[in-house]
């Protein structure tokens, strides 16, 4: 298979999820394509294709023969502003003629003055309209032009043919009367055409600004890293840009200003406000050694720190990736509403010829004629369909981010909603992962020295916290601990060494079954202390068991009342453990789990996880994201807890900064309420247009006499895109 290129698009011009189906269909016709990605609410495109095939010019190409305005995304600039302003303008210069347009024209419908005649009436009507469409709403006619010129049509095309055919059918009547001044009847629907667009450029208005507040999550996030910082060289102070800091330069953070990278503090010990990237509430007390991260808020005094990550290799920049890539990944239930707008528009005219059509055999006198077929055309809506999941990914994901809970897409938001079993690695997830030597017992207890150093000894050339625990309880007695020889580690059991000519064993009881220790004078003990959760770590010197320590891994404070909100949901909770049996059967007594496995090596959680999928379960996979790599890869969701390290990002598919178990709480719940609301969103767009186009073509005239006012059609449809991000926004509260 031929290698896959990715490519990151601001798209421009886009007026409908029908103009993102458009530039779907034009991309996927380029040979090399392999999937194209358009997101209409964030002006965003995703292109997977063949290098060797095509050229990164063509897709540009390609996107602007549509008539659409296509950079870079990593260049682009933040658009918002220009966005904001031109829909702000183009609204009120609309309303400032439509306002006087529609007055007169209900002044005229109850009473005429004298002074005012039909003709002096069109022509007023006339001259107000003209500046709302062919100024105000220059762009939807341009735009609408553009699609006839490529054989396509989008919401533009509808509103354009609908105020255009008002417009040009007053301006008929308009001419007519200096052909006969005295007509039967006069109806002029110059306001009508001026409403139209002035009502959808209202909409368009509280939509960009809508839009723009579900969106805020990234602006807030880059606005974190201040412009500044002070650099010390040569013992001397210096202010740069952050842009020019590099790894290895001394940074200067007074109290109250912003960490301007990431790095080791050197001196000083501070209190850090890391509560938007992580979601924590209370400063972080750090010390010499700690690591500060980039956007975070120095509280209460200075201190110098060493650049370990600057620009886009800080924790910042990659949580910037994280939540760019989520609002722009589409959930699943997102492909329904994107085949809908894709052949809406030609449906919609199709449906309005049609009311012409039936209206004209029925009676071709009614003023149904003109009004229900505009109407049809006017109240329409694809962008409501195109605004209903992303609008609420966008909020999702940002209310998300501002808690320190991290979303790779939408389709994970919905993947995690539909979880029903919830898979915890122990260490370090449910429990602390900060163990401590509690006792220990030798085989005699006049060698309790001996045990204590040839095992702190060949654990000194060993990484795994048990392994440092031991270690530093060794250090706080003050026994001098030797070279280890020939280390050898076996994931799962233990480690063996060389020390000052001894053979030393380390690790649990299979360890030292398998290389025929005899332990038995020790089991029952410390079967006796597993029982209550403890780890035990057995050691053997030269064929013979030396004894064991006793290791506790205290239970996280949160994890008993996050476990039974979890099983209160209905979802199905399982540990994991590289521990043994016993000391993994007591950690799930006290938090009531029934279901786990212990002694597993990481490649065979992974095997387990992907058996419970097979099963058909619906699997979350919570673990530390080093460690258990390879279980949150193979799980349906990968959630890694506190971390925020390469590893994490790149196995998991949710990121927890906060090493606390009820930041998943809160994902389940966010996650919930998103897909909740992007149902509500979804619902709405199409009971809206299953019922809106109906009673727009006259359905209720016949029965009732109510035929829907192009105007009425309109305030409508603007209405139903501004709802359906509003409702998205709640999210954010």
């Not at 329904?336 to 809406?344: C, E, N, S, T, W």
């Not at 916290?465 to 059991?493: C, D, M, W, Y």
């Not at 057995?538 to 320590?549: I, N, P, R, T, V």
Request: glycine share 8%; with cysteine.
């Amino acid at each position: 298979m031929a290698k896959l290129k990715e490519l990151r698009l601001k798209i421009s011009g886009m007026h409908c999820a029908g103009c993102a189906a458009n530039i779907v269909k034009g991309l996927s016709t380029l040979e090399g394509v392999k999937q194209a990605q358009v997101n209409y609410a964030t002006e965003t495109a995703r292109v997977d294709y063949e290098p060797e095939r095509l050229s990164e010019k063509s897709i540009y190409e390609r996107i602007a023969s549509l008539g659409y305005r296509v950079e870079s995304a990593a260049t682009a600039g933040d658009t918002f502003a220009v966005e904001i302003h031109t829909a702000r303008n183009n609204f009120f210069s609309a309303l400032i003629f439509a306002v006087p347009a529609m007055v007169l024209s209900m002044v005229a419908m109850m009473w005429i003055p004298p002074w005012l005649s039909h003709k002096s009436e069109g022509w007023i009507l006339f001259c107000l309209a003209l500046p709302v469409l062919f100024y105000s709403g220059r762009e939807i006619f341009a735009d609408a032009w553009l699609q006839v010129k490529h054989g396509r049509a989008n919401m533009n095309s509808l509103i354009a043919l609908g105020s255009l055919t008002a417009f040009l059918y007053s301006s008929y009547v308009l001419a007519g009367l200096y052909f006969n001044p005295h007509p039967y009847e006069v109806s002029f629907y110059f306001e009508t055409a001026a409403a139209i667009v002035a009502l959808i450029l209202l909409g368009r208005f509280l939509e960009t600004g809508a839009k723009g507040k579900a969106r805020d999550a990234i602006g807030t996030l880059l606005k974190l890293r201040p412009d500044k910082a002070r650099v010390i060289k040569d013992g001397m102070e210096a202010e740069i840009d952050s842009a020019a800091i590099q790894p290895g330069m001394i940074i200067l953070v007074r109290p109250g200003e912003g960490i301007p990278a990431d790095g080791k503090i050197i001196d000083g010990h501070p209190f850090i406000d890391e509560a938007m990237l992580s979601g924590e509430s209370l400063p972080v007390d750090k010390k010499i050694g700690d690591m500060v991260w980039g956007g975070s808020i120095n509280g209460n005094t200075v201190f110098h720190f060493k650049v370990t990550g600057a620009g886009s290799d800080t924790f910042l920049a990659g949580v910037v990736r994280l939540v760019t890539e989520a609002q722009n990944r589409k959930a699943p239930v997102q492909k329904l509403a994107d085949r809908v707008a894709g052949i809406f528009v030609p449906i919609v005219l199709l449906i309005a010829t049609a009311t012409f059509v039936v209206w004209f055999v029925i009676d071709p006198h009614s003023a149904m004629l003109l009004k229900a077929p505009v109407a049809v055309l006017i109240i329409a809506c694809p962008c409501a369909l195109g605004l209903a999941t992303p609008t609420a990914i966008l909020a999702g994901t940002g209310r998300a981010a501002r808690r320190g809970i991290y979303f790779r897409g939408g389709d994970i938001l919905e993947n995690t909603v539909k979880a029903n079993q919830i898979i915890f690695d122990k260490t370090g997830t449910l429990t602390e992962g900060r163990f401590e030597v509690i006792s220990f017992k030798s085989v005699d207890d006049k060698s309790d020295e001996s045990l204590f150093q040839l095992t702190a000894s060949a654990e000194s050339g060993s990484q795994h916290p048990l392994a440092k625990a031991i270690v530093e309880k060794a250090k706080s007695q003050n026994i001098e601990l030797s070279r280890a020889n020939h280390l050898t580690e076996s994931p799962g059991f233990g480690l063996k060494a060389e020390i000052d000519g001894h053979q030393v064993i380390v690790g649990n009881s299979a360890a030292m079954r398998r290389d025929g220790i005899d332990i038995e004078s020790l089991v029952e003990a410390a079967d006796e202390e597993m029982g209550k959760g403890r780890t035990v770590v057995f050691a053997a010197a030269d064929g013979a068991a030396l004894g064991y320590f006793v290791l506790a891994d205290k239970i996280k404070d949160e994890a008993p009342e996050v476990i039974n909100k979890i099983r209160q949901s209905g979802r199905e909770v399982v540990m994991l453990t590289g521990d043994n049996h016993k000391t993994a059967k007591g950690v799930a007594r006290a938090l009531g789990i029934d279901r786990f496995e212990a002694g597993l090596k990481p490649e065979l959680k992974a095997t387990i996880v992907d058996t419970y999928r097979r099963a058909g379960k619906n699997v979350i996979m919570v673990g530390d994201g080093i460690n258990d790599a390879p279980a949150l890869a193979a799980a349906d969701i990968g959630v890694a807890l506190g971390s925020g390290t390469d590893v994490a990002i790149e196995s998991a598919d949710i990121i927890l900064v906060r090493n606390d178990l009820r930041a998943l709480l809160e994902a389940l719940d966010i996650s919930q309420m998103t897909f909740k609301t992007i149902k509500q969103n979804l619902f709405w767009a199409f009971f809206y247009n299953i019922v809106a186009i109906p009673i727009a073509a006259g359905a209720l005239y016949p029965l009732f006499g109510f035929g829907l006012s192009p105007v009425i059609a309109a305030g409508a449809m603007a209405f139903s895109s501004v709802f359906v991000v509003t409702n998205s926004l709640r999210l954010l509260r």
